[in-house]
């Protein structure tokens, strides 16, 4: 027979998985369009039937914002190097709030989508990855919200606003690469995702959303480092609010941690991706 | 054009099953579990994954797939049949990529696409046509093919008129409609089915395998697993019969359905033994086994049409029992029951039964049920007094019809039962 089929595929199907690519893009690439539903879906279906809607991705930051600043702002007298405690706390609530939701979503995102899991073959990384995408509209629209509150306060940012899509990749990097790890471990160690949760919380406290990182001692801050968020929140309030010169040790640090997360988490990933659906 | 569409070599499945739970006998016993039971959760939740040379031969381990081999070429439409557990689901899994084989390998040429479930993924807060567009990415069609087919997937369905309305108040059935249409519509160059036909109202399935038909005519090359014999016999040329895992035949559909319809494979289906542990039962009271045979005492699970058979239920009595009846359902895959039928031809005021072992013996007529798959409901009961043991399916029954003379349906006639009416014709022009 002459007739070739130009989209022609071979699918070979074997246990072994060392030839697999790191992260087949070509593959993702193909399903993109369930990518972009599966994203849409969360969205269209994160405030179905609520009153509020969209509006409940304005209500936690800004609520946070209120009690820490009449907590930490007002009673215990964080130090906000020189802006309203409001800005500086909600500054970092913007990339915070996009962190931990998107990292809490994505590390439940397979057990959630068990049902898929065991029904139907489709490159499995699309399920972690979609929410870490979905969560940006709500990141843009407190991303408004913080542009609305810095007119205010009166607030001019610096040229170093031009850093900003940075950060964004670094902290997606980092939510995407720890969402990676633990929805692939919590599949089958249930406790992970319990654990997650609470840890996320904890999480908070070890970086500078209520306080700044000047008041972590000088030799520890290397070591602080290590989350990348440190980096991405003091990053986001030296380039707004000019509160402080460019922390780039923080940043690089910061940002290779990003990395080695994502690359790590890939790999573990895809070393435990074909037996998701034997321990759903 | 590639030689073969789907090549399987020595392909094996393992899987690891739960270990059993141990009793605790002391107060002691229970509070040292607590302690110990971290480290025994993690070393069972990682062996799931894992499987230590030392563990081999270890009794929670099941191989669901056995060294298959077979081999299909462009074009075959493959019936895959086999009783439950026999490994048809995995088998249908590892080709879907589901899961992963623990030996042998297996080719796919050409795009595949699977259906182990309608409507995948489907969302209730999303409307139908939002749905579509979603359950046909899962099934691996881009926005753009949809965009081509969607009038054509709505209008199969019946459910134009409810497009815009969330899922979640659709009827049962307009959900499966609109999921099968979705999926009737994808063009793959492979195609893996898993008993999705059962599905949907037996109009419905009657357009749907024509569809299926279509597609198979088509130059697909198509896979099928089903326990509906007419229907594997009217769309498939060959059959293959997995028994425990292992490939027990492969060849001509009619010849296959026949070795598994008269062979010894369904003997284990066709009846349930209980054994002392598992009797259902209460105090006074238990089911020890249910067997279907035929008029000549045959167990088996599958029957012809024109068949009669008989079910066969023992219990014992423990403790007289008053107004004690049986009540047996016919039940489609649905869930709908086609009929009850009630053992109380003895039932009158003050009618005790009293201790020992009982044989009840049902029989069901020929040509009254019609070719699908049936679930055989038994419970036991004292009408006005107590639910001794409460209805349970216990049993499956496959009725199924090979008679040339119908060749002409597609599976199933409409309707959960077909009688045999007579018919008769007469000349009055004149």
């Known amino acids: ?280 | 054009m590639p030689s073969h569409a789907i090549k399987v070599e020595n392909l094996s499945k393992r899987y690891r099953i739960g270990f059993e739970q141990q009793r605790k006998d002391s107060l002691a016993e229970v509070i040292f579990d607590w302690f110990s039971k971290p480290i025994k959760n993690y070393r069972r939740l990682r062996n799931l994954t894992q499987f230590d040379q030392q563990l081999e031969d270890s009794q929670d381990i099941i191989w669901a797939l056995k060294d298959i081999n077979f081999t299909i070429h462009p074009g075959e439409v493959i019936g895959v049949i086999g009783n439950n557990g026999a490994g048809k689901s995995t088998l249908l899994k590892v080709l879907s990529r589901i899961t992963y084989p623990t030996n042998g390998k297996v080719e796919l040429n050409g795009r595949v696409s699977s259906l182990l479930e309608v409507g995948t993924g489907f969302h209730p807060e999303l409307t139908g046509r939002e749905n579509v567009y979603l359950n046909g990415t899962i099934l691996g069609m881009t926005k753009k093919e949809i965009d081509r087919k969607f009038d054509e997937i709505v209008g199969f369905s019946g459910v134009s008129k409810f497009i815009d309305t969330p899922v979640k108040f659709y009827s049962s059935g307009m959900r499966v409609r609109l999921a099968f249409s979705v999926a009737a519509h994808l063009e793959p160059e492979i195609l893996l089915i898993d008993e999705v036909l059962s599905v949907g109202d037996a109009a419905f399935q009657r357009k749907s395998l024509g569809k299926m038909e279509e597609v198979s005519k088509r130059g697909r090359t198509v896979l099928f697993v089903s326990h509906n014999m007419g229907a594997i016999r009217s769309l498939c040329t060959r059959g293959i019969l997995l028994k425990d895992g292992q490939l027990a035949m492969d060849g001509d559909v009619d010849q296959v359905i026949n070795a598994y319809l008269t062979g010894n494979e369904v003997s284990a289906e066709g009846k349930v033994i209980f054994s002392e542990q598992d009797i259902p039962d209460d105090n006074e009271f238990g089911i020890l086994s249910v067997e279907l045979l035929t008029l000549t005492g045959e167990v088996k699970s599958a029957f012809q049409i024109d068949e009669g058979f008989e079910i066969h239920i023992k219990y014992k009595i423990i403790e007289p029992v008053k107004n004690q009846r049986i009540n047996l359902r016919f039940i489609t895959s649905l869930g709908e029951t086609v009929f009850a039928t009630y053992e109380d031809a003895q039932i009158r005021e003050g009618f005790i039964r009293e201790p020992g072992t009982y044989k009840a013996i049902c029989q069901i007529p020929p040509n009254l049920l019609n070719n699908l798959t049936y679930r055989i409901r038994i419970g036991f009961d004292s009408p006005g007094y107590k639910v001794l043991i409460p209805g349970k399916e216990y049993l499956g029954v496959d009725i199924v019809d090979t008679s040339e003379g119908y060749r002409y349906a597609d599976g199933a006639f409409d309707g959960p039962i077909r009688p045999k009416a007579e018919w008769s014709v007469e000349d009055i022009s004149s």
């Open chain 1, 1 to 280: 027979m002459t007739a070739t089929n130009v989209d022609h595929q071979l699918i070979i199907i074997d246990p072994d998985d060392k030839k697999n690519k790191l992260i087949n893009w070509q593959e993702i690439w193909q399903y993109r369009d369930l990518f972009f539903f599966l994203v849409w879906r969360d969205i269209k279906t994160r405030y179905a039937q609520s009153v509020l809607g969209v509006g409940w991705a304005i209500i936690q930051p800004v609520f946070s914002m209120i009690v820490f600043t009449i907590i930490f702002g007002n009673l215990a007298r964080v130090d906000s190097e020189g802006v309203p405690y409001a800005i500086f706390s909600f500054t970092a609530l913007v990339p915070w709030t996009f962190f931990s939701s998107s990292l809490t979503s994505a590390s439940g995102s397979l057990i959630n989508s068990k049902n898929l899991l065991t029904k139907i073959y489709f490159p499995r990384l699309v399920i972690p990855l979609s929410p870490v995408i979905g969560k940006l509209i709500d990141f843009g629209i407190s991303l408004l919200i913080l542009i609305g509150l810095m007119f205010w306060y009166g607030v001019i940012p610096t040229i170093w606003t031009l850093m900003i899509p940075v950060f964004i990749i670094v902290m997606m990097l980092t939510a995407a690469g720890a969402g990676m790890w633990l929805t692939a471990l919590s599949i089958q160690y249930r406790d992970i995702r319990y654990g997650a949760e609470f840890f996320i919380q904890l999480l908070m406290y070890g970086s500078p959303v209520i306080y700044a990182t000047s008041i972590i001692p000088e030799k520890y801050q290397i070591i602080y480092a290590l989350n990348p968020m440190v980096g991405v929140i003091e990053g986001f309030r030296a380039a707004l609010l000019g509160t402080r010169a460019m922390p780039w040790n923080l940043i690089g640090i910061g940002s290779l941690m990003a990395i080695a997360f994502f690359l790590s988490g890939a790999l573990y990933f895809r070393s435990m991706e074909r037996y998701f659906a034997d321990v759903a």
